[in-house]
């Protein structure tokens, strides 16, 4: 299918095939219940995958420099407990967890918007993925961003369903992912630094 379908084209052509997969599965897509599962599962998988088909979001900056403030040392911005699902590619079930973004601010002195932090997070997860790469995209997103990082960390802890509730059927296993980029790709203690924070923050929580 080359062409871009309308919302309303793509709802009615995936329903249709889902209606057929659960023929196919010895189910009866006519009886009361099912009726309009079709439609439910077709708007559900547009909605998981709409990264496919938005802009990337753009990060806002803010200058750190702005009203003298003085040259202090590189600051560390960590965004944590960003949680996030996604599909895994390979059998398009859920992953489930949590994103961790830490940053060094770079020369110029700029910092990201907090919330597009998160928009980008969503925006990569939102299709069928493997973890490994969307902490990549994540860490790429930012260094390219305007914010021209001296550094960029990102940590992926997510549970994935297609090991969770069919084949291995593990409870207990998640994945963990990191990117690194700049500083701490070079620089080990910056990279404890940041795991230091977490385990620091997780115990002071306001949340
Ligand atoms: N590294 C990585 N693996 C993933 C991710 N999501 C799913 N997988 C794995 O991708 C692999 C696909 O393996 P296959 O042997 O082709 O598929 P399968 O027969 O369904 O494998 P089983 O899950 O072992 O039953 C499995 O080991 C999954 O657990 C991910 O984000 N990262
Ligand atoms: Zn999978």
Known sequence: MEETLSQEKMIEEIAKRIKEILEILGENPDREGLKETPIRVAKALIEMTSGLRTPKPQIK??????????????????????????????????????????????PEKKVAGFSKIIRIVNYYSSRPQIQERLV??????????????????????AL???AYVRGV???EASLLSVATRGLFKTNASLRNYVFRLLEVSKKSSLL
Do not use: W
């Open 61 to 106: 900056t803010f200058n750190l420099a702005e009203d003298g403030l003085s040259e202090e040392e590189d600051q560390i911005v960590l965004v944590k407990n960003i949680q996030f699902s996604s599909l895994c590619e390979h059998h398009l079930l859920p992953i489930i967890g949590k994103i961790h973004v830490a940053y060094i601010v770079g």
């Open 136 to 157: 990549q995209q994540i860490a790429d997103a930012l260094m390219s961003s305007d914010i021209h990082p001296k550094g960029v960390m990102v940590i992926g802890d």
């Open 160 to 162: 994935h369903m297609c």
């Open 169 to 171: 059927k593990d409870r």
